[in-house]
């Protein structure tokens, strides 16, 4: 994806997306963030390599986002990011399609470890299907 955000956070809390976006970006690693989860529907994902999502968001709650993003794009890596963490909820997550969940308040040095593994992982598998694709040459 270029210099372009590999990371996108949608919480309906603007002060938490500003204080992921800032130590995140810090540490060299740019974060989209949207306020509200129905943009969703009009974003392209294809290039995204983790999704943080909210569960309690006004107008389309983190699950039906969940829903949203598995469909356009069932690659990308979800984390749930919520207060709400009791086990049926953060089972509930992983059955609809999430990858992880993290409680809130959530640690920020944690969460950005955890996602710079996803996106590490993700770039590591690149470069290997790169390097064992073949090519054709006029000369051998």
Avoid at 53 to 71: C, F, K, N, Q, T
Avoid at 130 to 139: G, I, K, M, T, V
Wanted: net charge negative; with cysteine.
């Amino acid at each position: 994806m270029g210099d372009l955000s590999q990371v996108l956070l949608v919480d309906d809390d603007h002060d938490f997306c500003d204080s992921v976006a800032s130590y995140f970006e810090g540490r060299g690693l740019a974060v989209l963030t949207a306020t509200d989860a129905r943009l969703l529907h009009s974003m392209d994902l294809d290039g995204l390599r983790v999704i943080l999502l909210d569960i309690d968001m006004p107008r389309l709650s983190g699950l039906d986002a969940l829903e949203v993003v598995r469909h356009q794009n069932d690659h990308v890596t979800t984390i749930m990011v919520s207060g709400h963490s009791d086990l049926t909820t953060r089972l509930s997550c992983l059955d609809k399609g999430a990858d992880f969940f993290m409680a809130k308040p959530v640690d920020l040095a944690e969460l950005y470890l955890v996602v710079q593994r996803v996106v590490g992982q993700h770039d590591k598998e690149t470069q290997n299907d790169a390097r064992d694709c073949w090519r054709l040459s006029r000369s051998r």
